[in-house]
T-cell receptor
Framework: LAKTTQPISMDSYEGQEVNITCSHNNIATNDYITWYQQFPSQGPRFIIQGYKTKVTNEVASLFIPADRKSSTLSLPRVSLSDTAVYYCLVGDLYSGGYQKVTFGTGTKLQVIP | DGGITQSPKYLFRKEGQNVTLSCEQNLNHDAMYWYRQDPGQGLRLIYYSQIVNDFQKGDIAEGYSVSREKKESFPLTVTSAQKNPTAFYLC?????????????FGSGTRLTVV
């Protein structure tokens, strides 16, 4: 399983775009990149998933360069309610690779009024 | 609505007592997982199960036990052998193949041992 590295914490003002980068140098060919969001005392919830290039949904965008050794979660115009911990996970969807996936410490995003 | 239900949300137990945390899912997911989270820390895998009547130890299985008698249920027992059981426990499930969303998590059980 690919090891991931993220910044421990980030601060941002309301209304700004936030970009959180995750490094995964040992990503395998079949691995997908998935981001989760966790609020205090709640379980993590799925935000976005991608394999390569760019993926966008109603919540965020995910940018993946051609070498796939990193990925960037982009949150447009953050609000106070986006204050949470964000986890980057890398795993193989199609061979049961999500077993024993390790959630690191994630990136704690603090949005400031 | 489909989802994962963990109960209770808060649990208090005396030191030395075993306690069982409930996890039920109606998503028809094959795999289920238990994670432990300590303050300011990430999630650590305790046990996981890919099919009924089978489960595997995760990274911190000592002091814990599980069962998987039904596809929908994956209870976790925190035994008296667990040295520091006070933590936030999260249950999750996933489809083994063709999963678009990876894990679905429950809302967690906060266990406090006094």
């Amino acid at each position: 399983l690919a090891k991931t590295t993220q910044p421990i914490s980030m601060d941002s003002y309301e209304g700004q775009e936030v970009n959180i980068t995750c490094s995964h140098n040992n990503i395998a060919t079949n691995d997908y990149i998935t981001w989760y969001q966790q609020f205090p005392s709640q379980g993590p919830r799925f935000i976005i998933q991608g394999y390569k290039t760019k993926v966008t949904n109603e919540v965020a965008s995910l940018f993946i360069p051609a070498d796939r050794k990193s990925s960037t979660l982009s949150l447009p115009r953050v609000s106070l309610s986006d204050t949470a911990v964000y986890y980057c996970l890398v795993g193989d969807l199609y061979s049961g690779g999500y077993q024993k996936v390790t959630f690191g410490t994630g990136t704690k995003l603090q949005v400031i009024p | 609505d489909g989802g994962i239900t963990q109960s209770p949300k808060y649990l208090f137990r005396k030191e030395g007592q075993n306690v069982t945390l409930s996890c039920e899912q109606n998503l028809n997911h094959d795999a289920m997982y238990w994670y432990r989270q300590d303050p300011g820390q990430g999630l650590r895998l305790i046990y996981y199960s890919q099919i009924v009547n089978d489960f595997q130890k995760g990274d911190i299985a000592e002091g814990y036990s599980v069962s998987r008698e039904k596809k929908e249920s994956f209870p976790l027992t925190v035994t008296s052998a667990q040295k520091n059981p006070t933590a936030f426990y999260l249950c999750a499930s996933s489809i083994e193949r063709d999963s678009d969303y990876g894990y679905t998590f429950g809302s967690g059980t906060r266990l406090t041992v006094v």
